[in-house]
């Protein structure tokens, strides 16, 4: 069995550890990018009110609100990926006339291809995991009083109710809605990935590397990519949520979300919830970056040691 499931298998675990770890920050910077009315009753004034709020309506658990969904999706997303990421960048390696690192080009295709397979493979997952961190269907949903929120707690739906829910009130196809800024974003993970192999190539020529270098170069890395990609985080973010009947409230297209959310929320609409998905990001794959490495040598012992046991027949 080749190096990509290891690496598949390690990248999967490293992101479920990160993703738990995090999480708690994925929630605060969700419901901040899809909230368009800022003068709401119970409207989030920024990231610190949210947790307030969240802590004093939903409880602790508020803060965990689609964890389920996201660590299977999180589990799901880094297999893939890392598993054509490798392959990619095996076949690079194998084509070269020279032992030598990959170069950026095929380092940004390796991403390019890995990160379109991802977006297509796992949209479904993270509609249902958007729309139950933020609790909302809609663009249009305002909580604005306390028997409100009281009642949007009581009819909290789990990851199959919110499955069967999306299938019944908007078909299937609604599994795949921001599935088209999810697909620009693949330019996140090949700036990440990019700039973390070439700082590795770099400093592994001045010392051997442990966990804090793979920490650093994570979060370094995973800074430069979400600070330039953050506006489609936005848009992805609110395509998700089921789409309004309302043509001001609509986002036709990725270009039209932009357009509508700077005439209506401005340019500081685009970057809603910024502070905390750069903190949960960078810490995320600071994360994941340090476990994966930790994990690769288990899961190359683990699959040698499934390669080695004889079959038994029945």
Same mark, same amino acid.
């Given at each position: ?7 598949? *298998? @390690? %990248? #999967?675990?490293? !992101? ?5 770890? $995090?999480? =708690? ?5 969700? &419901? ?76 940004? *295709? @390796? %991403? #390019?291809?890995? !990160? ?5 493979? $796992?949209? =479904? ?5 958007? &729309? ?76 051997? *590397? ?105």
């Amino acid at each position: 069995m080749s190096d990509n499931v290891a690496h598949a *298998l @390690s %990248g #999967a675990a490293g !992101g479920v550890v990160s993703m738990a770890l $995090t999480y =708690p920050l994925i929630t605060i910077s969700s &419901r901040l990018q899809v909230q368009k009315d800022n003068k709401a009753a119970e409207a989030y004034k920024g990231g610190r009110d949210a947790i307030i709020k969240i802590l004093k309506n939903e409880g602790f658990s508020g803060l965990y609100s689609g964890v389920s969904s996201a660590i299977f999706g999180i589990a799901v997303t880094n297999g893939v990926y890392y598993y054509f990421y490798e392959w990619t960048k095996a076949m690079f390696e194998k084509s070269a006339k020279s032992k030598r690192p990959i170069s950026i080009k095929e380092s940004m *295709l @390796s %991403g #390019a291809i890995a !990160g379109a397979l991802t977006a297509v493979v $796992t949209n =479904p997952i993270w509609v249902v995991n958007t &729309r139950m961190t933020t609790r909302k269907d809609s663009l249009d949903e305002n909580i604005q009083s306390e028997s409100n929120v009281r009642q949007a707690r009581a009819r909290r739906l789990g990851t199959i109710s919110t499955v069967l829910k999306i299938i019944e009130e908007d078909g299937i196809m609604a599994f795949w809605q921001g599935v088209i800024p999810a697909l620009i974003l693949v330019i996140n993970p090949i700036i990440q990935y990019t700039a973390y192999e070439q700082l590795k190539v770099q400093l592994e020529k001045l010392r051997k *590397l442990g966990n804090l270098d793979f920490f650093l170069l994570g979060a370094v890395s995973k800074l430069i990519a979400t600070g330039i990609t953050y506006p489609y985080i936005v848009v992805k973010s609110r395509m998700q949520l089921r789409q309004s009947s309302r043509e001001s409230s609509r986002y036709n297209s990725v270009l039209d979300g932009i357009r509508k959310i700077i005439k209506d929320e401005g340019i500081g609409g685009l970057y809603k919830g910024i502070t905390y998905k750069l903190l949960q990001s960078v810490l995320t794959a600071a994360f994941l970056f340090m476990y994966k490495e930790a994990f690769f040598a288990y899961s190359v012992a683990l699959l040698k040691f499934i390669n080695s046991r004889p079959l038994v027949s029945r």
